[in-house]
């Protein structure tokens, strides 16, 4: 049923902005779209519009819609700073930094400040980062995500005012929402364990994942008989029927595993080679499946079932599985940028794995593995932005690691060579020796380029932005040893690492 027009311009939008709250977005952008039709000049019906693009995908739209807000209100830190967003999120940096810093030299507000530190962030741009976020806190000391996020890029001294500052916000800590209490106790772990306090730290980060955990329902079963459902319908039977129905095209390279397993360096590594392009962490590759086209995309960072279905696999006929192949080099085409090889770093694939070497059979895995027990750390100490709900308790991030690995060896069995296995700690150990197995792995020629990879300039927007903009280090190697008595539920769990 469509939308009843107002009488006037400003009912116009105040219905137009309910009708997005109801969830009536296309009702809604019919009415923004009226909006304009009667004044080009209608800011808040372009930034709406901007914004209804951006929750479609579709952000060469909404770079035009906040291009023309951005123009028409230069003094309004909001359209340029949502425009910053946009630009970034479709890879053109340099003007994603131009609108990131018009905005911050704007009067921002703390939510502008907040946004365009994250870009900052992701962009490597550190010092712009750390001063959007202490500005944030000037205005609103009470703010967390922002002492949260000053957190992620440097480290709080103990006799420092800004750490007693934010010793302080735990008085007010019931007053704050469920959200920012995690975060605050989140903040506290890091900086506390940062100063040598293991006890305090681990205490604060306790609470943290309990504030977080207590918040959503999850079912470790549900993902551990869909890793079993995955294993019993990709039998080496179906894979042998199905070969040579794909697409033979060699640019993708998928990178797959558990988050903090050295992904990040290892797509940092491949994208300072001039023949490779990243585009990061997308949910490209299962937006091409028609199975999970209309799905709850979601649901993949949950660790919740993908339609991987007896009947997708039964009608996984040759134009089926070349329609997936060239849906997905299609859409990462724009992408890529004439690239001959163009990194995807959604780690979830894995799940995807058997429709990916049927599909696109010259296509790169890169499977990035460490030490269990390290990566289970790491991941119990962030706060993650997205769905991932096993991430809350060491017992449940256990179980995932082993229905993660228990699938990664099917795949390993009935694809024996095709996966690269890239290693963090071997990386570490042999960074040069790794590096030129790696590339030799996606059949890349060697480039020195890549030993100096923290000096490569690109967007990384996972926890590991910061890591990966200096040269290896070996601290994270078998850093959970000495944390060892605070991890049992994990240890007992996945047993220790090797």
Same mark, same amino acid.
């Given at each position: 049923m469509g939308a009843t027009p107002p009488r006037d311009g400003s009912d116009s939008l105040r219905?137009?902005?309910?009708l997005v709250r109801q969830g009536r977005r296309a009702d809604a952008e019919t009415m923004y779209r009226n909006i304009l039709k009667k004044d080009p000049r209608a800011l808040p019906a372009l930034v709406g519009l901007g914004l209804l693009a951006i929750e479609k995908g579709e952000l060469a739209e909404a770079d035009g819609f906040l291009?023309?807000?951005?123009?028409?209100?230069? &003094? /309004?830190?909001?359209?340029?700073? @949502?425009?910053?967003?946009?630009?970034?999120?479709?890879? /053109?940096?340099?003007?994603?930094?131009?609108?990131?810093v018009k905005a911050v030299a704007l009067p921002p507000s703390v939510g502008v400040l907040q946004r365009m530190g994250g870009l900052f962030r992701d962009a490597g741009q550190f010092a712009r980062a750390q001063d959007c976020y202490e500005r944030a806190i000037r205005i609103k000391p009470d703010h967390v995500p922002a002492w949260f996020n000053l957190g992620t890029i440097r480290k709080f001294k103990a006799d420092e005012p800004e750490f007693r500052q934010l010793l302080k916000l735990k008085d007010k800590a019931e007053t704050l929402s469920a959200e920012d209490r995690a975060a605050l106790h989140f903040a506290l772990g890091?900086?506390?364990?940062?100063?040598?306090d293991a006890e305090q730290g681990f205490a604060e980060f306790a609470e943290a994942n309990r504030i977080k955990r207590a918040?959503?329902?999850?079912?470790?079963?549900?993902?551990?008989?869909?890793?079993?459902? @995955? @294993?019993a319908l990709f039998s080496e039977d179906v894979v042998h029927k199905h070969r040579g129905k794909g697409v033979n095209d060699p640019r993708p390279i998928f990178i797959v595993g558990m988050p903090r397993s050295g992904s990040t360096l290892t797509d940092q590594i491949l994208s300072s080679h001039p023949d490779v392009r990243s585009a990061g962490e997308t949910k490209l590759w299962s937006s091409c499946i028609p199975a999970f086209v209309q799905g709850d995309s979601p649901q993949l960072m949950q660790a919740a079932a993908p339609a991987i279905t007896k009947e997708l696999i039964d009608g996984m006929a040759p134009s089926m599985l070349s329609g997936i192949a060239k849906r997905?080099? /299609?859409?990462?085409?724009?992408?890529?940028?004439? &690239?001959?090889?163009?990194?995807?770093?959604m780690l979830y694939n894995y799940f995807w794995i058997g429709i990916i070497r049927l599909a696109l059979p010259e296509a790169k895995i890169i499977h990035c593995t460490r030490d269990p027990v390290d990566t289970?750390?790491?991941?119990?100490?962030?706060?993650?932005?997205?769905?991932?709900?096993?991430a809350y308790d060491q017992r449940e991030i256990g179980r995932y690691y082993l229905a993660y690995k228990k699938l990664m060896d099917h795949w390993n069995r009935v694809f024996p060579g095709e996966?690269?296995?890239?290693?963090?700690?071997?990386? @570490?150990?042999?960074?040069?020796?790794?590096?030129?197995?790696?590339?030799?792995?996606?059949?890349?020629?060697?480039?020195?380029?890549?030993?100096?990879?923290?000096?490569?300039?690109?967007?990384?927007?996972?926890?590991? &932005?910061?890591?990966?903009?200096?040269?290896?280090?070996?601290? &994270?190697?078998?850093?959970?040893?000495?944390y060892e008595r605070y991890l049992q539920p994990l240890i007992e769990t996945i047993g220790p690492g090797p």
């Open positions: 219905a137009a902005r309910e291009t023309r807000a951005a123009a028409l209100a230069p &003094a /309004d830190s909001v359209p340029v700073s @949502i425009l910053a967003t946009v630009k970034m999120s479709r890879g /053109d940096v340099d003007g994603a930094l131009d609108c990131a890091r900086a506390l364990t940062d100063q040598g918040s959503f329902t999850y079912d470790a079963t549900a993902l551990e008989r869909h890793v079993d459902n @995955i @294993i997905y080099l /299609d859409v990462t085409d724009p992408v890529a940028k004439g &690239a001959k090889h163009l990194v995807d770093k289970g750390l790491s991941i119990w100490q962030l706060l993650f932005s997205d769905g991932t709900l096993w996966i690269y296995e890239a290693n963090y700690e071997r990386m @570490i150990a042999d960074q040069e020796g790794e590096t030129r197995r790696l590339l030799a792995a996606c059949n890349l020629p060697w480039d020195a380029r890549c030993l100096n990879f923290h000096e490569t300039e690109r967007t990384v927007t996972t926890w590991s &932005a910061t890591q990966v903009r200096q040269p290896i280090y070996k601290d &994270a190697v078998k850093k959970w040893k000495k």
